[in-house]
């Protein structure tokens, strides 16, 4: 697995362009199999997770090419209704299959999902919605098997605003007959981007965003020429980078709504945000000063996807800082990294207190999951002296050219490849 190698103590100068959202894609992509002709995805980063969904729609029988960035992908020939370990085990996502796959072919068989280690990630709510929508659902030997014979439109009622199953019943529903309401789902910008997404090819939804989700069933869905939002995450990355690095640094391609949370404590930190349309500078002097409070909540509350790196930031605040996770409850195990780096971080029943520390130093450190790896590379960035920063795969899982972008601002960081293939299975 590559290792990245980080001279900390560069200030960030210049622009850096955010690519489309993995969280978009990724239920985009299993939103393909529904659609009986040919998608065409513009400009698509190469996460790794997103190759791995590749790997499953050409398993099912589809056609994927790349033309440069662009991503052609034609399901007409679907022919397969499994997702089998071997490749299930890759990536998180693949659970969005087990909808529009039975929503095709009338039955699937999907492995458990794999994905990062943050803890329990069950998917009860997910097969939850397909009974509730009249599949027969069977778990046996590590499988799911979903029998959707009998898939007719009803009403569901999440009891928590889970992301991957909102978008799941939504892709199952858009093809089911009748008209689902899917009350109290998840609300994050990735939800509306699917809605624009399967609209686009057919669909007939409406309300992603609301507190409920209309979906009028319809027979087919026809190809369509599509962009994926921003990734929101990668924009919020690189903001916390530049208020730790100090330096100005320009977004383009990023989308300030989508990251008010954020915004709103990077501005105690004392940087300066200015946001356009779908630009965001960030300009970062001294020692941030200290943000409060975050505690991770669904959106519009503060991501998940975000704590690790704002962890990071708290390590060097001037002052101490509060984080409370409230969605993954092993998504903490950054801490024990960033405390080889001189971090002074307490932890309590699922609360960090982090005294920030003027100086933190260069170690050896292994991401632990993809947004704890993301954090450590930027208190990398910051340190006293040399860090490495290993299994950076997990990193690669959703974040595209990170170092190259790093370093084309003034970072100090390099890629070390190994040859060793490592399976996450
Ligand atoms: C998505 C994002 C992930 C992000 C997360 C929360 C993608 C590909 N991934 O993950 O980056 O961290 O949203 O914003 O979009 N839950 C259940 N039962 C279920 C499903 C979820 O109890 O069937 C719980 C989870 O354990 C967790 C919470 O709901 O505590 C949120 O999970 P969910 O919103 O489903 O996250 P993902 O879709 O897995």
């Given at each position: 697995?590559?290792?990245?190698?980080?001279?900390?103590?560069?200030?960030?100068?210049?622009?850096?362009?955010?690519?489309?959202?993995?969280?978009?894609?990724?239920p985009?992509?299993a939103g393909c199999i529904l659609v009986d002709?040919?998608?065409?995805?513009?400009?698509?980063?190469?996460?790794?997770?997103?190759?791995?969904?590749?790997?499953i729609l050409?398993h099912l029988g589809a056609?994927?090419?790349?033309?440069?960035?662009?991503?052609?992908?034609?399901c007409?020939g679907i022919c397969a209704c499994d997702v089998p370990l071997?490749l299930a085990?890759?990536?998180?996502s693949s659970i969005f299959t087990l909808g529009p796959i039975t929503a095709r072919t009338g039955k699937a068989k999907v492995s458990y999902p794999?994905?990062?280690?943050?803890?329990?990630?069950p998917i009860d709510l997910h097969l939850a919605g397909l009974k509730q929508l009249g599949c027969k659902v069977i778990e046996k030997n590590g499988y799911i098997y979903v029998d959707g014979q009998k898939l007719q439109a009803r009403d569901y009622?999440l009891?928590?605003?889970s992301?991957g199953a909102s978008e799941n019943i939504m892709m199952l529903a858009s093809c089911a007959r009748g008209q689902t309401?899917i009350?109290?789902?998840?609300?994050?910008?990735?939800?509306?981007?699917?809605?624009?997404?399967?609209?686009?090819?057919?669909?007939?939804?409406?309300?992603?965003?609301?507190?409920?989700?209309?979906v009028?069933g319809v027979k087919k869905l026809?190809?369509?020429?599509?962009?994926?939002?921003?990734?929101?995450?990668?924009?919020?990355?690189?903001?916390?980078?530049?208020?730790?690095?100090?330096?100005?640094?320009?977004?383009?391609?990023?989308?300030?709504?989508?990251?008010?949370?954020?915004?709103?404590?990077?501005?105690?930190?004392?940087?300066?945000?200015?946001?356009?349309?779908?630009?965001?500078?960030?300009?970062?002097?001294?020692?941030?000063?200290?943000?409060?409070?975050?505690?991770?909540?669904?959106?519009?509350?503060?991501?998940?996807?975000?704590?690790?790196?704002?962890?990071?930031?708290?390590?060097?605040?001037?002052?101490?800082?509060?984080?409370?996770?409230?969605?993954?409850?092993?998504?903490?195990?950054?801490?024990?990294?960033?405390?080889?780096?001189?971090?002074?971080?307490?932890?309590?029943?699922?609360?960090?207190?982090?005294?920030?520390?003027?100086?933190?130093?260069?170690?050896?450190?292994?991401?632990?999951?993809?947004?704890?790896?993301?954090?450590?590379?930027?208190?990398?960035?910051?340190?006293?002296?040399?860090?490495?920063?290993?299994?950076?795969?997990?990193?690669?899982?959703?974040?595209?050219?990170?170092?190259?972008?790093?370093?084309?601002?003034?970072?100090?960081?390099?890629?070390?490849?190994?040859?060793?293939?490592?399976?996450?299975?």
């Amino acid at each position: 697995m590559d290792e990245f190698f980080i001279v900390g103590g560069n200030k960030l100068f210049g622009s850096v362009n955010i690519d489309g959202a993995k969280n978009s894609l990724l239920p985009i992509l299993a939103g393909c199999i529904l659609v009986d002709d040919e998608v065409l995805l513009k400009s698509v980063p190469r996460y790794s997770d997103v190759l791995a969904m590749i790997e499953i729609l050409r398993h099912l029988g589809a056609k994927v090419e790349w033309q440069g960035q662009d991503l052609y992908i034609n399901c007409r020939g679907i022919c397969a209704c499994d997702v089998p370990l071997e490749l299930a085990c890759k990536v998180r996502s693949s659970i969005f299959t087990l909808g529009p796959i039975t929503a095709r072919t009338g039955k699937a068989k999907v492995s458990y999902p794999g994905g990062c280690d943050i803890g329990l990630r069950p998917i009860d709510l997910h097969l939850a919605g397909l009974k509730q929508l009249g599949c027969k659902v069977i778990e046996k030997n590590g499988y799911i098997y979903v029998d959707g014979q009998k898939l007719q439109a009803r009403d569901y009622m999440l009891p928590f605003a889970s992301v991957g199953a909102s978008e799941n019943i939504m892709m199952l529903a858009s093809c089911a007959r009748g008209q689902t309401r899917i009350f109290n789902p998840a609300r994050e910008p990735e939800i509306v981007d699917l809605e624009r997404f399967l609209n686009g090819c057919g669909a007939k939804i409406s309300g992603a965003g609301s507190n409920v989700i209309m979906v009028e069933g319809v027979k087919k869905l026809h190809g369509c020429e599509f962009s994926v939002m921003p990734d929101r995450i990668e924009a919020g990355t690189f903001m916390i980078a530049c208020a730790m690095c100090e330096g100005e640094v320009e977004l383009k391609n990023a989308i300030a709504k989508d990251n008010e949370s954020l915004i709103a404590k990077l501005q105690k930190t004392a940087c300066k945000i200015y946001c356009d349309r779908d630009r965001i500078v960030v300009k970062s002097k001294g020692r941030p000063i200290a943000f409060g409070e975050i505690e991770t909540e669904v959106y519009p509350g503060f991501p998940t996807d975000l704590q690790a790196q704002m962890c990071a930031l708290a390590s060097i605040c001037d002052g101490y800082s509060l984080i409370i996770e409230n969605l993954f409850e092993s998504r903490f195990k950054h801490i024990g990294e960033l405390l080889k780096m001189g971090a002074d971080i307490k932890m309590k029943n699922g609360v960090c207190v982090v005294h920030g520390k003027e100086k933190i130093y260069g170690a050896e450190v292994t991401s632990t999951d993809l947004r704890g790896g993301a954090g450590l590379v930027l208190c990398g960035l910051v340190a006293e002296g040399y860090t490495t920063v290993r299994k950076v795969d997990l990193i690669d899982r959703g974040y595209f050219k990170f170092e190259e972008k790093l370093r084309a601002l003034g970072g100090d960081i390099k890629r070390i490849k190994c040859e060793k293939k490592v399976d996450n299975c």
